[in-house]
């Protein structure tokens, strides 16, 4: 009964040292409420990014930067820094241009941007 005694005494200090240690730290997250157009724009923001990064991957468009001399890392890392105006003015002309036949458009206007950041 001696030993019962001791290992109860011993457990319950450790559990409350334990539990006077984790009610020290704040936690770390805080909920918000989330404004649900501002929920749908940041989706928006990364679907045309998105888009943007996959025109980017495509074989002929780093083929046409490496003929202008752009890197197509640097470009990539230019497309990433843009604003979310940026990106939805750039999104923009990529749905005025014909299909393939405008990527010479798209390239200059990716090379100005480079240049301009």
Do not use: W
Request: aromatic share 4%; charged share 15%; proline share 3%.
């Amino acid at each position: 009964m001696n030993k019962l005694h001791h290992f109860a005494k011993v457990a319950g200090c450790g559990i409350i040292t334990s539990m006077l240690v984790l009610s020290l730290y704040p936690p770390a997250l805080n909920a918000t409420m989330v404004d649900t157009g501002a929920a749908i724009n940041a989706t928006l923001n990364q679907q045309e990014r998105n888009r943007i990064r996959d025109t980017l991957n495509r074989e002929e468009v780093q083929s046409q930067l490496l003929f202008l001399g752009v890197d197509p890392l640097q470009a990539q890392a230019r497309v990433d820094a843009l604003t979310e105006s940026e990106a939805q003015i750039l999104s923009k002309h990529l749905d005025g241009m014909p299909a393939g036949a405008g990527m010479v458009n798209f390239l200059l206007l990716v090379l100005i941007l480079v240049l301009i950041l």
